[in-house]
Protein backbone atom coordinates (compact mmCIF):
# COMPACT_ATOMS: atom_id res chain seq x y z
CA UNK A 1 0.00 0.00 0.00
CA UNK A 2 2.27 2.39 1.36
CA UNK A 3 5.80 2.27 1.49
CA UNK A 4 6.44 4.75 3.98
CA UNK A 5 4.70 3.62 6.42
CA UNK A 6 6.01 2.69 9.91
CA UNK A 7 5.31 -0.55 11.35
CA UNK A 8 3.25 0.61 14.01
CA UNK A 9 1.42 2.42 11.01
CA UNK A 10 1.04 -0.87 9.92
CA UNK A 11 -0.64 -2.46 12.90
CA UNK A 12 -3.23 0.20 12.49
CA UNK A 13 -5.93 -2.36 11.96
CA UNK A 14 -5.52 -4.65 14.77
CA UNK A 15 -5.44 -1.56 17.49
CA UNK A 16 -9.07 -0.46 15.49
CA UNK A 17 -10.35 -3.46 16.34
CA UNK A 18 -8.81 -3.71 20.19
CA UNK A 19 -10.72 -0.74 20.97
CA UNK A 20 -13.78 -3.02 21.47
CA UNK A 21 -13.23 -6.72 23.00
CA UNK A 22 -14.02 -9.63 20.92
CA UNK A 23 -14.03 -7.61 17.82
CA UNK A 24 -11.66 -9.67 16.24
CA UNK A 25 -13.52 -13.20 16.91
CA UNK A 26 -16.69 -11.26 15.82
CA UNK A 27 -15.34 -9.88 12.29
CA UNK A 28 -13.99 -13.16 11.65
CA UNK A 29 -17.13 -15.14 12.11
CA UNK A 30 -18.66 -12.42 9.86
CA UNK A 31 -15.99 -12.88 7.07
CA UNK A 32 -16.76 -16.89 7.07
CA UNK A 33 -20.93 -15.91 6.64
CA UNK A 34 -20.12 -13.69 4.08
CA UNK A 35 -17.86 -16.27 2.57
CA UNK A 36 -20.28 -18.53 2.49
CA UNK A 37 -22.74 -16.05 1.14
CA UNK A 38 -20.92 -15.67 -1.74
CA UNK A 39 -20.03 -19.05 -2.48
CA UNK A 40 -23.47 -19.94 -2.29
CA UNK A 41 -24.37 -17.59 -4.43
CA UNK A 42 -22.71 -19.94 -7.04
CA UNK A 43 -24.66 -22.69 -6.69
CA UNK A 44 -27.55 -21.48 -8.62
CA UNK A 45 -25.21 -21.58 -11.92
CA UNK A 46 -23.94 -25.35 -10.95
CA UNK A 47 -27.47 -26.14 -10.97
CA UNK A 48 -28.16 -24.39 -14.28
CA UNK A 49 -25.89 -26.09 -16.05
CA UNK A 50 -26.96 -29.21 -14.88
CA UNK A 51 -29.94 -28.73 -16.23
CA UNK A 52 -28.89 -27.56 -19.23
CA UNK A 53 -27.04 -30.21 -19.82
CA UNK A 54 -29.77 -32.90 -19.45
CA UNK A 55 -31.90 -30.55 -21.85
CA UNK A 56 -28.92 -31.09 -24.65
CA UNK A 57 -28.43 -34.95 -23.76
CA UNK A 58 -32.43 -35.09 -24.00
CA UNK A 59 -33.37 -36.27 -21.22
CA UNK A 60 -34.36 -33.96 -18.94
CA UNK A 61 -37.52 -34.76 -16.76
CA UNK A 62 -40.24 -32.81 -14.30
CA UNK A 63 -38.38 -33.65 -11.18
CA UNK A 64 -34.86 -33.07 -12.32
CA UNK A 65 -35.80 -29.89 -13.40
CA UNK A 66 -37.65 -29.18 -9.96
CA UNK A 67 -34.78 -30.75 -7.95
CA UNK A 68 -32.51 -28.52 -9.55
CA UNK A 69 -34.30 -25.31 -8.95
CA UNK A 70 -35.12 -26.09 -5.76
CA UNK A 71 -31.99 -26.88 -4.80
CA UNK A 72 -30.69 -23.03 -6.43
CA UNK A 73 -33.44 -21.77 -4.17
CA UNK A 74 -32.27 -23.17 -1.12
CA UNK A 75 -28.92 -22.19 -2.18
CA UNK A 76 -30.22 -18.72 -2.93
CA UNK A 77 -31.55 -17.89 0.27
CA UNK A 78 -28.37 -19.19 2.32
CA UNK A 79 -26.87 -16.49 -0.08
CA UNK A 80 -29.34 -14.01 1.68
CA UNK A 81 -29.21 -15.00 4.89
CA UNK A 82 -25.50 -15.29 5.45
CA UNK A 83 -25.02 -12.35 4.01
CA UNK A 84 -27.70 -10.62 6.60
CA UNK A 85 -25.69 -12.24 9.58
CA UNK A 86 -22.64 -11.44 8.26
CA UNK A 87 -23.67 -7.83 8.01
CA UNK A 88 -25.28 -8.27 11.29
CA UNK A 89 -22.31 -8.93 13.46
CA UNK A 90 -20.19 -6.88 11.27
CA UNK A 91 -22.27 -3.61 12.23
CA UNK A 92 -22.28 -4.65 15.48
CA UNK A 93 -18.33 -5.19 15.70
CA UNK A 94 -18.45 -1.71 13.98
CA UNK A 95 -20.40 0.24 16.40
CA UNK A 96 -18.92 -1.20 18.95
CA UNK A 97 -15.81 0.14 17.81
CA UNK A 98 -16.97 3.54 17.18
CA UNK A 99 -17.32 3.52 20.67
CA UNK A 100 -14.85 2.87 22.42
CA UNK A 101 -12.42 4.82 19.97
CA UNK A 102 -14.90 7.96 21.19
CA UNK A 103 -14.55 6.62 24.53
CA UNK A 104 -10.65 6.76 24.25
CA UNK A 105 -10.36 10.22 22.28
CA UNK A 106 -12.65 11.68 25.12
CA UNK A 107 -10.24 10.06 27.77
CA UNK A 108 -7.34 11.42 26.16
CA UNK A 109 -8.52 14.62 26.48
CA UNK A 110 -9.69 14.74 30.10
CA UNK A 111 -6.08 13.82 31.03
CA UNK A 112 -4.25 16.33 28.84
CA UNK A 113 -2.95 19.26 29.65
CA UNK A 114 -5.46 22.18 28.59
CA UNK A 115 -2.91 23.52 26.63
CA UNK A 116 -2.83 20.27 24.38
CA UNK A 117 -6.82 20.62 23.81
CA UNK A 118 -6.59 23.98 23.14
CA UNK A 119 -3.91 23.00 21.14
CA UNK A 120 -6.68 21.78 18.66
CA UNK A 121 -9.80 23.88 17.31
CA UNK A 122 -13.27 22.89 18.26
CA UNK A 123 -13.93 22.24 14.04
CA UNK A 124 -11.56 19.54 14.38
CA UNK A 125 -11.58 17.97 17.41
CA UNK A 126 -15.56 17.34 16.37
CA UNK A 127 -14.41 16.55 13.10
CA UNK A 128 -12.56 13.94 14.68
CA UNK A 129 -14.87 12.64 17.48
CA UNK A 130 -17.88 12.57 14.91
CA UNK A 131 -17.29 12.63 11.47
CA UNK A 132 -13.56 11.10 11.38
CA UNK A 133 -14.70 8.39 13.40
CA UNK A 134 -17.84 7.65 11.82
CA UNK A 135 -16.28 7.80 8.35
CA UNK A 136 -14.84 4.08 9.89
CA UNK A 137 -18.51 2.32 10.46
CA UNK A 138 -19.30 2.17 6.49
CA UNK A 139 -15.94 0.39 5.88
CA UNK A 140 -15.65 -1.79 8.71
CA UNK A 141 -18.87 -2.95 8.39
CA UNK A 142 -19.07 -3.80 4.31
CA UNK A 143 -15.31 -3.72 3.33
CA UNK A 144 -14.04 -6.66 5.75
CA UNK A 145 -16.24 -9.14 5.24
CA UNK A 146 -17.46 -8.21 2.07
CA UNK A 147 -13.94 -7.63 0.64
CA UNK A 148 -12.83 -11.29 1.96
CA UNK A 149 -15.62 -12.72 0.18
CA UNK A 150 -14.88 -11.17 -2.79
CA UNK A 151 -11.39 -11.97 -2.51
CA UNK A 152 -12.04 -15.59 -1.94
CA UNK A 153 -14.80 -15.52 -5.03
CA UNK A 154 -12.61 -14.99 -7.97
CA UNK A 155 -10.00 -17.79 -6.85
CA UNK A 156 -12.82 -19.98 -6.29
CA UNK A 157 -14.34 -19.37 -9.64
CA UNK A 158 -10.95 -19.85 -10.97
CA UNK A 159 -10.95 -23.43 -9.41
CA UNK A 160 -14.43 -23.87 -10.74
CA UNK A 161 -13.22 -23.15 -14.09
CA UNK A 162 -10.01 -25.04 -13.91
CA UNK A 163 -12.17 -28.03 -12.70
CA UNK A 164 -14.23 -27.55 -16.01
CA UNK A 165 -11.55 -27.38 -18.34
CA UNK A 166 -7.62 -25.96 -17.15
CA UNK A 167 -7.52 -24.28 -20.88
CA UNK A 168 -10.57 -21.93 -20.22
CA UNK A 169 -9.35 -21.15 -16.60
CA UNK A 170 -6.19 -19.82 -18.15
CA UNK A 171 -7.59 -17.86 -20.80
CA UNK A 172 -9.97 -16.52 -17.91
CA UNK A 173 -6.63 -14.63 -16.73
CA UNK A 174 -5.97 -13.60 -20.52
CA UNK A 175 -6.86 -9.84 -20.34
CA UNK A 176 -6.15 -9.52 -15.96
CA UNK A 177 -2.65 -8.50 -16.30
CA UNK A 178 -3.56 -5.58 -18.27
CA UNK A 179 -6.78 -4.34 -16.30
CA UNK A 180 -4.30 -4.99 -13.53
CA UNK A 181 -1.42 -2.78 -14.20
CA UNK A 182 -3.86 0.12 -14.78
CA UNK A 183 -5.92 -0.39 -11.60
CA UNK A 184 -2.33 -0.19 -9.89
CA UNK A 185 -1.63 2.70 -11.62
CA UNK A 186 -4.93 4.27 -10.47
CA UNK A 187 -4.34 3.08 -6.39
CA UNK A 188 -0.53 4.98 -6.48
CA UNK A 189 -1.78 8.15 -8.56
CA UNK A 190 -4.95 8.33 -6.10
CA UNK A 191 -3.70 6.86 -2.84
CA UNK A 192 -0.71 9.46 -3.05
CA UNK A 193 -3.50 12.06 -3.35
CA UNK A 194 -5.92 10.73 -0.45
CA UNK A 195 -4.21 11.90 2.22
CA UNK A 196 -4.28 15.75 0.65
CA UNK A 197 -8.39 14.58 -0.04
CA UNK A 198 -8.46 13.96 3.92
CA UNK A 199 -6.87 17.34 4.85
CA UNK A 200 -8.55 19.77 2.49
CA UNK A 201 -11.52 18.15 3.75
CA UNK A 202 -10.71 18.92 7.34
CA UNK A 203 -9.48 22.30 6.92
CA UNK A 204 -12.94 22.60 4.99
CA UNK A 205 -15.10 21.03 7.98
CA UNK A 206 -12.99 23.55 10.82
CA UNK A 207 -13.49 26.64 8.58
CA UNK A 208 -16.89 25.98 8.46
CA UNK A 209 -17.46 25.94 12.14
CA UNK A 210 -15.49 28.63 13.20
CA UNK A 211 -17.84 30.40 10.47
CA UNK A 212 -20.92 29.18 12.18
CA UNK A 213 -19.74 29.65 15.39
CA UNK A 214 -18.52 33.21 14.67
CA UNK A 215 -21.45 34.44 12.71
CA UNK A 216 -22.36 36.99 15.40
CA UNK A 217 -19.44 38.84 14.62
CA UNK A 218 -19.20 37.95 11.02
CA UNK A 219 -22.81 39.95 10.90
CA UNK A 220 -22.29 42.28 12.42
CA UNK A 221 -18.72 43.15 10.65
CA UNK A 222 -19.44 42.00 6.86
CA UNK A 223 -18.84 39.08 4.92
CA UNK A 224 -16.69 41.20 2.91
CA UNK A 225 -14.11 40.07 6.00
CA UNK A 226 -11.29 38.11 6.58
CA UNK A 227 -13.84 35.27 7.87
CA UNK A 228 -15.80 34.79 5.27
CA UNK A 229 -12.80 34.87 2.64
CA UNK A 230 -10.86 32.26 4.51
CA UNK A 231 -14.55 30.39 4.81
CA UNK A 232 -15.11 30.96 0.97
CA UNK A 233 -11.76 29.82 0.08
CA UNK A 234 -11.39 26.54 1.68
CA UNK A 235 -14.20 25.82 -0.08
CA UNK A 236 -12.80 26.40 -3.13
CA UNK A 237 -9.70 24.59 -2.59
CA UNK A 238 -11.46 21.45 -1.93
CA UNK A 239 -13.25 21.53 -4.88
CA UNK A 240 -10.00 22.48 -6.90
CA UNK A 241 -8.49 19.94 -5.38
CA UNK A 242 -11.20 17.20 -5.66
CA UNK A 243 -11.44 17.73 -9.39
CA UNK A 244 -7.70 17.68 -10.21
CA UNK A 245 -7.84 14.15 -8.21
CA UNK A 246 -10.14 12.88 -10.39
CA UNK A 247 -8.67 13.99 -13.21
CA UNK A 248 -5.28 12.60 -12.50
CA UNK A 249 -7.01 9.02 -11.89
CA UNK A 250 -9.81 9.36 -14.90
CA UNK A 251 -7.82 7.51 -17.43
CA UNK A 252 -5.97 4.61 -16.06
CA UNK A 253 -8.98 4.08 -13.96
CA UNK A 254 -11.06 3.86 -17.51
CA UNK A 255 -8.93 1.54 -18.92
CA UNK A 256 -8.65 -0.54 -15.92
CA UNK A 257 -12.42 -0.91 -15.86
CA UNK A 258 -12.00 -1.77 -19.89
CA UNK A 259 -9.66 -4.36 -19.61
CA UNK A 260 -10.60 -6.09 -16.27
CA UNK A 261 -14.27 -7.37 -17.18
CA UNK A 262 -12.44 -8.81 -20.28
CA UNK A 263 -12.32 -12.44 -18.51
CA UNK A 264 -14.83 -13.06 -21.16
CA UNK A 265 -12.17 -11.77 -23.91
CA UNK A 266 -10.53 -14.94 -23.20
CA UNK A 267 -12.98 -17.35 -21.95
CA UNK A 268 -15.06 -16.95 -24.78
CA UNK A 269 -13.08 -17.90 -28.04
CA UNK A 270 -11.34 -20.09 -26.00
CA UNK A 271 -14.62 -21.91 -25.41
CA UNK A 272 -16.53 -21.82 -28.49
CA UNK A 273 -13.31 -23.09 -30.10
CA UNK A 274 -13.09 -26.08 -27.55
CA UNK A 275 -16.78 -27.02 -28.32
CA UNK A 276 -16.18 -26.84 -31.84
CA UNK A 277 -13.45 -29.41 -31.79
CA UNK A 278 -15.83 -31.34 -29.19
CA UNK A 279 -13.62 -31.87 -26.27
CA UNK A 280 -15.88 -29.43 -24.53
CA UNK A 281 -19.65 -29.32 -24.17
CA UNK A 282 -22.21 -26.64 -24.34
CA UNK A 283 -23.31 -26.39 -21.11
CA UNK A 284 -19.60 -26.66 -19.92
CA UNK A 285 -19.03 -23.40 -21.86
CA UNK A 286 -22.60 -21.92 -20.49
CA UNK A 287 -21.13 -22.95 -17.00
CA UNK A 288 -17.72 -21.45 -17.72
CA UNK A 289 -19.55 -17.85 -18.86
CA UNK A 290 -21.53 -17.52 -15.62
CA UNK A 291 -18.38 -18.78 -13.47
CA UNK A 292 -16.08 -16.09 -15.49
CA UNK A 293 -18.70 -13.41 -15.24
CA UNK A 294 -18.69 -14.12 -11.11
CA UNK A 295 -15.12 -13.22 -11.18
CA UNK A 296 -15.55 -9.97 -12.81
CA UNK A 297 -18.17 -8.37 -10.66
CA UNK A 298 -16.34 -9.72 -7.47
CA UNK A 299 -12.72 -8.08 -8.94
CA UNK A 300 -14.71 -4.71 -9.68
CA UNK A 301 -15.84 -4.56 -5.60
CA UNK A 302 -12.22 -5.19 -4.88
CA UNK A 303 -11.67 -1.52 -6.02
CA UNK A 304 -13.86 0.07 -4.42
CA UNK A 305 -13.39 -2.00 -1.34
CA UNK A 306 -9.70 -0.68 -1.22
CA UNK A 307 -10.64 2.56 -1.73
CA UNK A 308 -12.29 1.91 1.70
CA UNK A 309 -9.68 0.26 3.46
CA UNK A 310 -7.68 3.08 2.71
CA UNK A 311 -9.97 5.50 3.63
CA UNK A 312 -10.45 3.78 7.34
CA UNK A 313 -6.63 3.89 7.20
CA UNK A 314 -6.04 7.58 6.93
CA UNK A 315 -8.86 7.59 9.50
CA UNK A 316 -7.73 5.57 12.40
CA UNK A 317 -3.80 7.22 12.07
CA UNK A 318 -5.34 10.67 12.06
CA UNK A 319 -7.67 9.79 15.25
CA UNK A 320 -4.50 8.17 16.84
CA UNK A 321 -2.79 11.63 16.63
CA UNK A 322 -5.67 12.64 19.30
CA UNK A 323 -4.87 9.27 21.30
CA UNK A 324 -1.24 9.89 21.35
CA UNK A 325 -1.47 13.56 23.15
CA UNK A 326 0.61 13.47 26.06
CA UNK A 327 -1.16 13.28 29.04
CA UNK A 328 -0.15 14.75 32.49
CA UNK A 329 2.03 12.60 33.99
CA UNK A 330 0.58 10.66 36.86
CA UNK A 331 2.40 8.94 39.93
CA UNK A 332 1.66 5.12 40.32
CA UNK A 333 0.89 5.35 44.06
CA UNK A 334 -1.54 7.73 45.71
CA UNK A 335 -0.17 10.80 47.94
CA UNK A 336 -3.48 12.57 49.08
CA UNK A 337 -2.38 15.64 51.27
CA UNK A 338 -4.30 16.23 55.05
CA UNK A 339 -3.03 19.78 55.33
CA UNK A 340 -4.25 22.38 52.37
CA UNK A 341 -1.44 25.05 52.76
CA UNK A 342 -0.63 25.65 48.95
CA UNK A 343 3.45 26.52 48.12
CA UNK A 344 4.55 28.00 45.05
CA UNK A 345 8.46 27.83 44.47
CA UNK A 346 10.39 29.85 42.09
CA UNK A 347 7.17 29.12 39.47
CA UNK A 348 8.52 29.84 35.89
CA UNK A 349 6.21 29.68 32.69
CA UNK A 350 5.42 29.08 29.19
CA UNK A 351 2.85 28.64 26.86
CA UNK A 352 5.31 27.97 23.82
CA UNK A 353 8.42 29.14 23.20
CA UNK A 354 7.90 31.97 20.49
CA UNK A 355 5.94 34.28 23.15
CA UNK A 356 8.36 33.53 25.60
CA UNK A 357 8.09 33.05 29.75
CA UNK A 358 5.05 34.44 31.48
CA UNK A 359 5.99 33.72 34.59
CA UNK A 360 9.53 34.81 36.05
CA UNK A 361 10.18 33.03 39.44
CA UNK A 362 6.91 33.04 41.82
CA UNK A 363 7.10 32.36 45.45
CA UNK A 364 4.35 32.87 47.48
CA UNK A 365 2.97 30.65 50.21
CA UNK A 366 -1.07 30.33 50.30
CA UNK A 367 -1.70 29.53 54.36
CA UNK A 368 -4.48 27.00 54.64
CA UNK A 369 -7.69 28.65 55.46
CA UNK A 370 -6.51 31.81 54.69
CA UNK A 371 -8.06 34.14 51.91
CA UNK A 372 -5.47 35.58 49.69
CA UNK A 373 -6.39 37.86 46.83
CA UNK A 374 -4.49 38.13 43.31
CA UNK A 375 -4.47 41.75 41.68
CA UNK A 376 -2.35 43.09 38.68
CA UNK A 377 -2.85 44.79 35.52
CA UNK A 378 -4.89 42.81 32.46
CA UNK A 379 -2.18 40.24 31.34
CA UNK A 380 0.17 40.29 34.04
CA UNK A 381 0.14 36.91 34.72
CA UNK A 382 -2.92 36.18 37.17
CA UNK A 383 -4.70 33.49 35.63
CA UNK A 384 -1.30 31.39 34.69
CA UNK A 385 -0.29 31.52 38.49
CA UNK A 386 -3.58 30.23 39.34
CA UNK A 387 -4.16 27.62 37.04
CA UNK A 388 -1.36 25.56 37.21
CA UNK A 389 -2.31 24.66 40.93
CA UNK A 390 -5.35 22.72 39.37
CA UNK A 391 -2.68 21.59 36.66
CA UNK A 392 -4.60 22.70 34.05
CA UNK A 393 -0.97 22.80 33.16
CA UNK A 394 2.54 21.59 34.59
CA UNK A 395 4.59 24.86 35.82
CA UNK A 396 7.42 24.45 33.25
CA UNK A 397 9.76 25.75 36.49
CA UNK A 398 9.68 25.58 40.55
CA UNK A 399 6.83 23.04 42.24
CA UNK A 400 3.88 23.64 43.12
CA UNK A 401 2.94 21.91 46.99
CA UNK A 402 -0.26 21.39 48.67
CA UNK A 403 0.21 20.32 52.32
CA UNK A 404 3.90 19.30 51.36
CA UNK A 405 3.07 16.84 48.52
CA UNK A 406 4.24 17.96 45.05
CA UNK A 407 1.23 18.01 43.00
CA UNK A 408 2.45 15.99 40.43
CA UNK A 409 2.81 13.39 42.87
CA UNK A 410 -1.09 13.32 43.34
CA UNK A 411 -3.65 11.84 41.69
CA UNK A 412 -5.42 13.80 39.00
CA UNK A 413 -8.52 13.02 40.30
CA UNK A 414 -7.57 13.85 43.52
CA UNK A 415 -6.04 17.18 42.94
CA UNK A 416 -9.69 17.24 41.25
CA UNK A 417 -11.00 16.19 44.51
CA UNK A 418 -9.78 19.32 46.39
CA UNK A 419 -9.38 22.21 44.41
CA UNK A 420 -12.66 24.29 43.73
CA UNK A 421 -11.78 25.93 40.28
CA UNK A 422 -14.14 28.64 39.32
CA UNK A 423 -13.45 30.85 35.88
CA UNK A 424 -14.73 33.42 33.98
CA UNK A 425 -16.60 31.43 31.35
CA UNK A 426 -18.38 29.19 32.90
CA UNK A 427 -19.77 26.80 30.87
CA UNK A 428 -23.36 24.78 31.63
CA UNK A 429 -24.17 21.43 30.17
CA UNK A 430 -27.19 20.92 28.34
CA UNK A 431 -29.14 19.05 31.04
CA UNK A 432 -31.50 20.82 33.96
CA UNK A 433 -30.03 23.48 36.12
CA UNK A 434 -30.24 21.52 39.11
CA UNK A 435 -27.82 18.81 37.52
CA UNK A 436 -25.38 21.58 36.52
CA UNK A 437 -25.14 22.66 39.78
CA UNK A 438 -25.31 19.11 41.32
CA UNK A 439 -22.29 18.59 39.36
CA UNK A 440 -19.93 19.65 42.28
CA UNK A 441 -21.71 16.69 44.22
CA UNK A 442 -23.36 13.93 42.20
CA UNK A 443 -24.65 12.43 45.44
CA UNK A 444 -26.25 15.71 46.55
CA UNK A 445 -30.01 15.91 47.72
CA UNK A 446 -32.33 18.77 46.22
CA UNK A 447 -32.39 20.68 49.25
CA UNK A 448 -28.51 20.61 49.39
CA UNK A 449 -28.62 21.79 45.51
CA UNK A 450 -31.77 24.30 46.51
CA UNK A 451 -29.45 25.56 49.39
CA UNK A 452 -26.03 26.29 48.13
CA UNK A 453 -28.29 28.25 45.18
CA UNK A 454 -30.07 30.49 47.65
CA UNK A 455 -26.80 31.06 49.37
CA UNK A 456 -25.48 31.91 45.11
CA UNK A 457 -28.01 34.25 44.44
CA UNK A 458 -29.20 31.69 41.93
CA UNK A 459 -32.35 30.86 43.28
CA UNK A 460 -34.33 34.42 42.19
CA UNK A 461 -33.57 34.16 38.73
CA UNK A 462 -34.29 30.23 38.50
CA UNK A 463 -37.71 30.67 39.62
CA UNK A 464 -38.13 33.13 36.60
CA UNK A 465 -37.42 30.00 34.36
CA UNK A 466 -40.17 28.08 32.69
CA UNK A 467 -39.68 24.73 34.82
CA UNK A 468 -37.20 26.48 37.85
CA UNK A 469 -34.57 23.99 38.87
CA UNK A 470 -35.43 21.58 35.91
CA UNK A 471 -35.38 23.89 33.29
CA UNK A 472 -32.78 22.61 30.52
CA UNK A 473 -29.40 24.81 30.78
CA UNK A 474 -29.47 24.63 26.96
CA UNK A 475 -32.93 25.84 26.32
CA UNK A 476 -32.39 28.20 29.38
CA UNK A 477 -28.76 29.11 27.78
CA UNK A 478 -29.72 32.00 25.92
CA UNK A 479 -31.77 33.59 28.29
CA UNK A 480 -29.13 33.72 31.39
CA UNK A 481 -26.31 36.77 31.35
CA UNK A 482 -22.77 36.45 31.70
CA UNK A 483 -23.66 36.95 35.46
CA UNK A 484 -26.18 34.41 36.32
CA UNK A 485 -24.48 31.69 34.51
CA UNK A 486 -21.26 32.26 37.18
CA UNK A 487 -23.34 32.30 39.79
CA UNK A 488 -24.67 28.92 38.91
CA UNK A 489 -20.70 27.90 38.65
CA UNK A 490 -20.37 29.68 42.01
CA UNK A 491 -23.13 27.06 43.26
CA UNK A 492 -21.77 24.00 42.08
CA UNK A 493 -18.35 25.50 43.73
CA UNK A 494 -20.05 25.73 47.08
CA UNK A 495 -21.64 22.06 46.70
CA UNK A 496 -18.03 20.27 45.74
CA UNK A 497 -17.58 22.27 49.84
CA UNK A 498 -13.72 21.27 48.88
CA UNK A 499 -11.21 22.79 51.28
CA UNK A 500 -8.81 25.15 48.38
CA UNK A 501 -11.01 27.32 46.52
CA UNK A 502 -9.54 29.39 43.52
CA UNK A 503 -12.47 31.91 42.19
CA UNK A 504 -10.43 33.69 38.42
CA UNK A 505 -12.69 36.67 37.91
CA UNK A 506 -15.46 34.17 39.42
CA UNK A 507 -17.72 37.50 39.55
CA UNK A 508 -16.59 39.58 37.28
CA UNK A 509 -20.04 39.84 35.53
CA UNK A 510 -22.15 39.99 38.60
CA UNK A 511 -24.48 43.25 38.86
CA UNK A 512 -23.73 45.11 41.94
CA UNK A 513 -27.03 44.30 43.75
CA UNK A 514 -25.95 40.67 44.06
CA UNK A 515 -22.68 41.53 44.27
CA UNK A 516 -22.31 42.53 47.64
CA UNK A 517 -24.68 39.61 49.15
CA UNK A 518 -22.44 37.17 46.65
CA UNK A 519 -19.56 38.09 48.43
CA UNK A 520 -21.02 37.77 51.61
CA UNK A 521 -21.94 34.24 50.86
CA UNK A 522 -18.56 33.47 49.56
CA UNK A 523 -17.18 34.67 52.70
CA UNK A 524 -19.30 32.50 54.67
CA UNK A 525 -19.00 29.11 52.91
CA UNK A 526 -15.20 29.52 52.10
CA UNK A 527 -14.40 29.96 55.63
CA UNK A 528 -11.75 27.75 56.92
CA UNK A 529 -10.81 27.19 53.21
CA UNK A 530 -7.57 28.22 51.46
CA UNK A 531 -8.80 31.02 49.51
CA UNK A 532 -7.37 32.69 46.44
CA UNK A 533 -9.41 35.10 44.80
CA UNK A 534 -8.32 37.21 41.38
CA UNK A 535 -10.32 39.98 41.47
CA UNK A 536 -10.71 42.87 39.20
CA UNK A 537 -12.80 44.72 41.46
CA UNK A 538 -10.87 45.62 44.26
CA UNK A 539 -13.38 46.50 46.60
CA UNK A 540 -14.30 42.76 46.90
CA UNK A 541 -10.91 41.79 47.99
CA UNK A 542 -10.31 44.46 50.65
CA UNK A 543 -10.73 42.14 53.68
CA UNK A 544 -8.33 39.31 52.08
CA UNK A 545 -6.08 38.46 54.85
CA UNK A 546 -2.78 39.45 51.93
CA UNK A 547 -3.18 40.70 48.56
CA UNK A 548 -0.93 39.92 45.96
CA UNK A 549 0.36 42.21 43.30
CA UNK A 550 1.12 40.47 40.05
CA UNK A 551 2.46 42.64 37.35
CA UNK A 552 4.72 41.33 34.56
CA UNK A 553 4.68 37.29 35.55
CA UNK A 554 6.48 39.04 38.55
CA UNK A 555 5.13 39.35 42.12
CA UNK A 556 5.73 43.18 42.94
CA UNK A 557 4.47 43.39 46.41
CA UNK A 558 2.15 42.14 48.97
CA UNK A 559 0.08 42.49 51.83
CA UNK A 560 -2.75 43.72 53.54
CA UNK A 561 -4.57 46.80 51.57
CA UNK A 562 -3.94 49.19 54.41
CA UNK A 563 -0.41 48.49 53.80
CA UNK A 564 -0.37 48.31 50.20
CA UNK A 565 -2.00 51.67 50.16
CA UNK A 566 0.78 53.34 51.52
CA UNK A 567 3.74 51.69 50.08
CA UNK A 568 2.81 50.41 46.32
CA UNK A 569 1.96 52.94 43.48
CA UNK A 570 0.89 50.49 41.25
CA UNK A 571 -1.90 49.50 43.53
CA UNK A 572 -2.40 52.99 44.53
CA UNK A 573 -3.11 53.42 40.84
CA UNK A 574 -5.33 50.34 40.66
CA UNK A 575 -7.03 51.48 43.39
CA UNK A 576 -8.16 55.04 42.05
CA UNK A 577 -9.13 53.41 38.94
CA UNK A 578 -11.63 51.20 40.19
CA UNK A 579 -12.69 54.01 42.79
CA UNK A 580 -12.90 56.38 40.05
CA UNK A 581 -14.83 54.01 37.63
CA UNK A 582 -17.71 53.39 40.58
CA UNK A 583 -17.92 57.24 40.90
CA UNK A 584 -17.88 57.83 37.61
CA UNK A 585 -20.58 55.23 37.19
CA UNK A 586 -22.27 56.01 40.11
CA UNK A 587 -22.32 59.88 38.78
CA UNK A 588 -23.99 58.91 35.80
CA UNK A 589 -26.80 56.92 37.42
CA UNK A 590 -27.55 59.15 39.20
CA UNK A 591 -27.58 62.09 36.41
CA UNK A 592 -30.20 59.40 34.22
P1 LIG B 1 -4.24 37.81 33.68
O1 LIG B 1 -5.04 36.69 34.17
O2 LIG B 1 -3.44 38.50 34.73
O3 LIG B 1 -5.03 38.79 32.86
P2 LIG B 1 -2.98 35.80 32.08
O4 LIG B 1 -2.36 34.89 33.06
O5 LIG B 1 -4.26 35.38 31.48
O6 LIG B 1 -3.12 37.25 32.69
O7 LIG B 1 -1.97 36.06 30.89
C1 LIG B 1 -0.58 36.30 31.09
C2 LIG B 1 0.09 36.29 29.74
O8 LIG B 1 0.01 34.99 29.19
C3 LIG B 1 -0.54 37.21 28.72
O9 LIG B 1 0.49 37.79 27.96
C4 LIG B 1 -1.38 36.31 27.86
O10 LIG B 1 -1.43 36.79 26.55
C5 LIG B 1 -0.62 35.02 27.95
N1 LIG B 1 -1.54 33.85 27.87
C6 LIG B 1 -2.59 33.61 28.68
N2 LIG B 1 -3.19 32.43 28.35
C7 LIG B 1 -2.50 31.93 27.32
C8 LIG B 1 -2.61 30.75 26.53
N3 LIG B 1 -3.56 29.83 26.74
N4 LIG B 1 -1.71 30.56 25.53
C9 LIG B 1 -0.75 31.47 25.29
N5 LIG B 1 -0.59 32.59 26.00
C10 LIG B 1 -1.43 32.85 26.99
MG1 LIG C 1 -7.06 36.18 33.86
Same mark, same amino acid.
Given at each position: MNEEATTEDKKWFGTLLSYAKGSGGRLGTSVVFSMISLISGLIPYYCVYRILDRYIEGNLDKAFTLNQCLAALIAYLVKVICFGISTGISHYVAFNVLEGLRLKVADAFLKAPLGEVYAHSIGEIKGVIIDKIEDIEPPLAHVVPEGAGHILLPVVCFVALAIVDIRVALASLLALPLGLIFMMLTFKLSGRNMTKYQEANAAMSSMIVEYVEGIEVIKAFGKTGVSYEKFAGSIRDYRDFVIEWLKSTWVTMKLAFAFMPATLLGVVPVSILLVGKGSMTVSEMALSVMLAMSMVISMAKIEVFSNGLRQMQYTVLEVKKFLDIKSLPEPGTERRPDEYTIELKNVHFTYDEEQG????GIDLTLNEGSFTALVGP #? /?? /?KSTVAKPIARFWDVTGGSIKIGGIDIKDMKVETLADIVSFVTQDNFLFSRSIKENIRLGKPDATDEEVMRVARAACCDEFISRL? +? /?? +?? #?AGEAGKRLSGGERQRIAIARMMLKDAPIVILDEATAFTDPENETKLQESIANLTRGKTLLVIAHRLSTIKNADRIVVLNDGRIEDMGTQDELMERSPLYNRMWQAHTGARSWAAGNLKEA
Open positions: EVLH #S /GG /GP +D /GY +DT #S
